[in-house]
């Protein structure tokens, strides 16, 4: 069964400084990658996913994430963040069926990112 | 382009009463997913649709929840009878996704309907 684990509930970070969010990840086959963002009395928002190709995948808002096959890794990344960040963040993932996974989609519990001023 | 819209944004049942949410998703997109979120979880995949077929259900409880897609545009999402810990956002998505393959495509999200039972 395919699996998502956001290891942080909650990420601080000053305004300015870089910020990551961790997301790692069980398939059985090949996955593909997906970010949404969840502001307050929002729903969610598609951010950036991973495919194929280049394994850093560039998104909205100026997030990034870089996908890492031998980690099983897919963290959540921006260089210099904004108050207008804090939000609820949620990694998902889909397994490609090579291996006969999974097609729905799996979500994470979420990491609650606080970009202090 | 319009949004995926729900309704209602709220509702308080009583535990065994009845519920039903409603959810219109974009304009041509094919498939539409409801999602259970409980309070600090991630959303929960309960039934995926493409058109008017199902294309699993597989974690939908099908003793009380019940979900449709008669002309494959609107979706109704129902709960008889309800529990407390069916208490949760329920939040609708649609996708230009093809059926049958492994989607590559994302989501996009109603506001959701806040449900609490009581």
């Known amino acids: 069964a395919q699996s998502v684990a956001q290891p942080e509930d909650q990420v601080n970070v000053a305004e300015g400084n870089p910020l990551t969010v961790k997301c790692t990840y069980s398939?059985?086959?090949?996955?593909?990658l997906f970010w949404y963002v969840q502001y307050p009395n929002r729903g969610l928002q598609f951010l950036l996913k991973?495919?194929?190709?280049?394994?850093l995948v560039k998104g909205s808002y100026g997030f990034e994430a870089e996908f890492n096959k031998s980690q099983t890794s897919f963290h959540l990344k921006k260089p210099s963040a904004l108050v207008s960040d804090s939000a609820l963040y949620f990694c998902?993932?889909?397994?490609?069926?090579?291996?006969?996974?999974?097609?729905?989609?799996?979500f994470g519990r979420g990491t609650s990112l606080i970009v202090h001023p | 382009e319009a949004g995926v819209a729900q309704s209602p944004r709220y509702k308080i049942i009583e535990k065994r009463q009845s519920v039903a949410f409603w959810c219109n998703p974009i304009?041509?997109?094919?498939?539409l997913y409801w999602y259970q979120q409980i309070l600090g979880q991630g959303p929960k995949l309960l039934i995926q649709?493409?058109?008017?077929?199902?294309?699993?259900d597989s974690q939908l409880p099908k003793d009380r929840f019940s979900a449709e897609r008669l002309k494959g545009v609107d979706s109704t999402l129902k709960i008889q009878p309800a529990k407390l810990e069916d208490s949760a956002v329920y939040l609708c998505?649609?996708?230009?996704?093809?059926?049958?393959?492994?989607?590559?495509?994302?989501?996009?999200f109603g506001p959701g309907t806040r449900l609490t039972v009581l």
């Open positions: 998902a993932v889909r397994d490609r069926g090579a291996s006969g996974g999974s097609y729905i989609p799996t």
């Open positions: 991973y495919i194929t190709g280049d394994n």
């Open positions: 649709f493409q058109n008017n077929g199902v294309v699993d």
């Open positions: 304009s041509g997109h094919a498939t």
């Open positions: 998505a649609s996708s230009s996704s093809r059926a049958g393959v492994s989607s590559y495509n994302e989501q996009f």
């Open positions: 398939v059985s086959g090949n996955p593909y």
